[in-house]
């Protein structure tokens, strides 16, 4: 039996008044052995976070900064045997570094201080292999103290990534190493002003003796508890765990409050959880599940905590600049996608920014986050739901509605005491809109576990978009609406919902190609349009970025050669759209499909498969023809018989999106189109977890032959890991290259 005290604290949390002044949080609770699911439940719906994590998820973005002398190397992870002279950023600029990622919307820089191969951006008194060693200011430098007082100064929070694995130092791999790691940790925490971020991964390798290290981590946790209480440690620590991809994207059911299990009932009441001095913190064990938190994963747990997730991502392909990847820098576009996957998952994102061998932040990079800033900032700069009036249908307790419009996630509404509950807001005028935002009062505990967002639309209601897990902030994107009266309905919840906040937003206007892309053999025409009737927009044909200087669109475009277009819009209250480049290809080939793919994904028409543009990790970026539970087999005439050398084809592998490469791909030729003949055939290994990348079947051939044929087997069902198993998989293919 389970009894409560209803405290003047509690009593608040019914009338949904703001608890920020009250605030102390309560992040682990260890469960009675005798305590049912339901009990159980309602115990997670009282699990909190600590005051260091409140203050972390409340910055919603962070940056992380890559650099290091692997940066000189073109790599990404060093051998400890790099020599130090060679790093030298004769341009190195922290005030640049800090004030790109402050315009950018970041609230804290994490330093990569060491890396695995063990050098050190500060001139640690424990190793011979840092930047004091280094050619750089004469190796009187300290890079770390140079960002940390640039943070200071301009008004950003400081973090270090301090990696435990040291393919230098040769202690590594004795019980000397801990000793060494929290001597250079202790240097970090006591020489660089305030910390607000320790960050840890749990790579371990080999070091210099061929051994692998056996990490003192409830050691090194003392060190950051007794120096700096108010940093959150992460990610192999009590306080932020990781996402469990390296892509962006986090989890569509994301909570926060987590069973905890070890065999020690007693270390985990006594953990780092519980207060900054205590220690005795063991990461927990597997936690990419796609299932975390649900009231079937905590039904048997024997504690709980509140253990939120953070997304890291790079804007590159690679954690650290390479220059070969300047032109591979994540577009505004994906960013913002990336934005609604992570922040607007109840995660907090970590996107990586590498410096170049000169010391700055590249020029594309800065480009493509001051894009994506204006583009969050037009988006959220105004809730289209202020000033709704707002009536109880369900869950009683009128009062506290105006918290729901407040910009206040520190106060709330709430019913009063069941766990469902209907709101409508009457908005002052009709709105068009297509972002959701809810957020709860975690001060209060996550407990929205699903809800729904209906509209009044042609004299009944419909419903517009639903999910399950809300926590610090959720965001939902669906086709545009129009109307002056919408619904919230919160259908399960662990006990009494506290709903922070409620928005409604407008995503930047949109601007289209159609065709959005194709090869042609005569001629073509694209057309232009925008969401925004009443936007401008222009285009350029020569490669050049377009601007409210280039050609303004007035109709069609009449392309008789290949050609690249170029175009944006812009709304006449200063909204842009992300600028898009549309591809069109002139060519004497023909193609034909046996199972044409979905009307949805169509790459351009059956040209696009050809064309000479190559689909990217962004599925719908508009090259990508895809097949849903199909195979696909495509017939390429080259209008005459040629000399082939190489057939290659590439495909997309997106299991997040439920795209799978093909099982088997075959390859065959014909001098008639009628009579083929195999002439090469790939197996592609298929995934078993969360993978995003591009691959590639090719086959020598080395024949005559005018016909070309490719026959890509759909990998069938979803596996039993999927969470769509069962369904059937999507296949993307692009682009096919004869040579």
Known sequence: MIHYKFTTTFLLILAGISLKAQYTGNNYVVIQANSTPEQVVEIAAGVTP??????????EMTAFIHFTVNTYYNQEWGQGTEDPKKFNPTEFDAR??????REAGLKCIIMTAKHHDGFCLWPSKYTDHSIAASPWRDGKGDLVKDVSDECRRQGLKFGVYLSPWDRHEKSYGTDGY???????????????????????DGACGEGPNGKKQVYDWESYYKVIRRLQPQAVIAIMGPDVRWVGTESGYGRETEWSVVPFETSD?????ASSQQKAETEGFRPPGDMTDFDLGSREKIAKAKTLIWYPSEVDVSIRPGWFWHESENDRVKTPEKLLDIYFSSVGRNSLLLLNIPPDTRGLIHENDIKSLHVWRKAIDDIFSKNLADGAEIRVLKGGNPNAVKNLLDKNNASHWTTEGQPEAVLEFDLPKSQTFDVLMLSENIRVGQRIEKFRLSAFIGGEWKNITEGTTVGYKRLLRFPVITTSKVRLEILASRLNPAIAEFGLYKLIPEVKAIPSAAAFTDSTSVTLISDDKNADIFYTLDGTEPGKTSTPYRHPILLKESTTIRFIGFSPDGRQNFERKSYYYKTKYAITFTNAPDSRYDGGGPLGLIDGVRGSLDHADGKWSGFNGTDMVVTIDMDKVQHIKTIAAG?????????FPPSKIDFEISADGVNFKQVGSVILEQPNNDVESVLKAATEVNAEARFVRV?????????????GHGEPAWLFCDEIVIE
Not at 265 to 269: L, R, T
Not at 711 to 723: I, S, Y
Request: charged share 15%; with cysteine; glycine share 4%.
């Open 50 to 59: 600590s005051q260091r994590q409140l203050n972390w998820q409340e910055m």
């Open 96 to 101: 640049q570094w800090v004030q790109t990622c």
């Open 178 to 200: 801990n000793e060494h790691f929290r001597n250079q940790l202790t240097e970090l925490l006591t020489n660089y002003g305030r910390i607000d971020e320790v960050w840890f």
């Open 265 to 269: 009932q007693g270390m985990i009441a």
């Open 651 to 659: 495909f997309l592998q997106s299991t997040k999106s439920w795209i």
């Open 711 to 723: 026959k890509a087997t759909n990998h069938g069902l979803l596996p039993d890991w999927h969470p």
